[in-house]
């Protein structure tokens, strides 16, 4: 909070834009922690673009990010904490960042490209930990994907969400559909889900909630429209793909009061892979960003 208060007063003296002075600092003590940023072309056109750190002959961890922002704005601390015993890879999932892809826009083709990044990485064995959206597709490279060893999901209900569940979150926050919650249009719809996503997010100046819009949310709408719209169809396939016996040791992780997927949905998905939840009081949604630290220690316990 001082480094964005510091950087507020930067903003009003040189008229240089908050967002994209927080995301250079973030990205130039990422580089100052071993990372690099890289990027694969895609079988099907278009680029996945990662970044890379750590000891390569040490266990890979992936770290796959949440609906909005990127690699970075999901796992800032903890990639940088992490990179210090594992190999790290942060990507960019498809239509957030730089990434792009050329096919549908849809769980499968996320989880293909991240296939490709796997394979090009050469990775035999590989620990994934999602959140939110980028547990979605976690899940599914754990139906689809044998490398997969542990994986660890952080507020993301597998196919234990319903069409009556997504209905009522959409109007938890006030809204018509659900990808009017997801696809922010401006600086208002960023401000209304954020406050939902993050504990006790901050208040900022109205112009820096539309800044943010320009620089996390604003490219590729119709793409990330479609991500959401196809959700559930995506989860009745996948839940007739699933072959339980294979499918690899499981961690979730849940805050005390998501407000986009409630507790119950944890438990629900706890309750059917047989695995550990570890519920954090008065966590909202933003689990990586709240709690960096103890999802840290969380992520080292159970990959070790």
């Not at 990205?27 to 990372?35: L, S, T, Y």
């Not at 895609?42 to 040490?58: F, V």
């Amino acid at each position: 909070m001082k480094f964005i208060v510091v950087s507020l007063l930067f903003l009003l003296t040189s008229g240089c834009s908050i967002v994209d002075v927080v995301d250079h600092h973030q990205k130039n003590n990422v580089v100052n922690a071993g990372f690099e940023r890289h990027q694969i072309e895609l079988n099907e056109g278009g680029e996945l673009h990662y970044w890379q750190g750590g000891n390569p002959s040490a266990p890979a961890i992936l770290l796959l990010h949440g609906f909005g922002g990127t690699g970075i704005t999901s796992w800032y601390e903890i990639m940088r904490d992490l990179v210090l015993d594992y190999h790290v890879i942060v990507p960019d999932l498809l239509w957030f960042g730089d990434s792009f892809s050329h096919a549908p826009a849809t769980i499968k083709t996320e989880t293909e490209a991240i296939q490709q990044l796997i394979d090009f990485l050469a990775l035999q064995k590989v620990n994934v930990v999602g959140i939110s959206f980028g547990g979605f597709v976690t899940f599914d490279l754990m139906v689809h994907e044998p490398k997969v060893d542990k994986v660890v999901m952080l507020a993301s209900p597998g196919v234990f969400f319903s069409d009556v569940d997504l209905q009522a979150m959409t109007q938890r926050f006030g809204a018509e559909k659900p990808q009017d919650v997801f696809v922010p249009k401006n600086g208002v719809q960023v401000r209304l889900l954020l406050e939902n996503t993050f504990v006790d997010y901050p208040w900022m100046p109205s112009f820096i909630d539309e800044d943010v819009y320009e620089y996390y949310f604003a490219d590729f709408l119709a793409e990330k429209e479609s991500l959401i719209t196809t959700l559930p169809a995506y989860r009745d396939v996948l839940a007739s793909e699933i072959i339980f016996d294979s499918l690899p040791p499981t961690l979730l992780i849940w805050g005390e009061n998501d407000n986009v997927f409630p507790i119950q949905n944890g438990q629900y998905f706890a309750d059917y892979l047989n695995a550990p939840i570890i519920i954090i009081p008065n966590g909202a949604h933003g689990l990586s960003n709240d709690f960096p630290q103890q999802i840290t220690q969380e992520i080292r316990s159970f990959i070790q």
